[in-house]
């Protein structure tokens, strides 16, 4: 049975699956099928919205003989993710940040924002790149794709890159000093402003009100 693993899409064809894959870190965009006529289909987290099926399904039951010659598996030891914040993956309130920020104490509003609302961080490549926050909190392409009712970007362009993993997000509320800036073009509100003035003023804004 053929397995193809990671999907960011997938669409019927001549009858039969087209599966869209990102490969080699994000390099290539590849469209595979099946050559026999079944196979199993695993999704990427969060890049399609699951609706209930027009027909119900059919269980068929199939017995398998167990596959010889497989080595056992035994867990010798767990350990945590150095640096792991909050997982971006389930989160339903992402302030993200990127080059825009200007470093790491940048990121002090964004992790401020994010507690004030209950929310996780997220960040661009080019934030994670400068080592001015972990890998695991990278969105786009090459990063963990996400679906919160609410994102946030403070100081992030929109490159199609990002903009994969975030698109099918709630509300996109972007915060960028440059009016001609791409996520303008995507995001539900966009705000010209400095990201420091605005979430400064923001976060002012819902901590008075949360009392
Ligand atoms: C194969 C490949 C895979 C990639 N995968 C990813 C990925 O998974 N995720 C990802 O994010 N990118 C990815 N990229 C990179 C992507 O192309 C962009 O380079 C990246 O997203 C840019 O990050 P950014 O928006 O933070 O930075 P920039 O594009 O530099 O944008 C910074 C923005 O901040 C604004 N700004 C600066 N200072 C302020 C301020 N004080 N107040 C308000 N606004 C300010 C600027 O106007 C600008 O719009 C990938 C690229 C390639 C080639």
Partial sequence: LGVL?????????????AVEMSIFG????????FTSGRGIITIRPNVTTASPAETAGKV???????AAGLPGVRVL?????????APIEEAKIIIAGGRGVGGPDGFRI???LAEA???????????????????????GQTGKIVKPELYLA??????????????????????????????ADFADLFIV?????VGTALLDLIRARSG
């Fill in 5 to 17: 693993v990671n999907a960011t899409g997938v669409s019927w064809v001549d009858g039969g699956p």
């Fill in 26 to 33: 994000g390099k290539l965009q590849t469209t595979s099928g």
């Fill in 60 to 66: 068929e039951s199939r017995s398998s003989a167990p």
């Fill in 77 to 85: 030891d767990r350990v945590s993710e150095a640096g792991a914040a």
């Fill in 110 to 112: 964004v992790g401020d």
């Fill in 117 to 139: 609302l209950g929310g996780a961080v997220g960040a661009s490549r080019a934030a994670v790149d400068s080592g001015w926050i972990p890998y695991s909190q990278q969105i």
């Fill in 154 to 183: 403070l100081g992030i362009s929109g490159a199609i890159q990002h903009k994969v993993g975030m698109r099918t997000s709630g509300a996109i509320v972007a915060v960028n000093r440059d009016a001609d800036a791409p996520i």
């Fill in 193 to 197: 402003g400095d990201i420091f003035e």
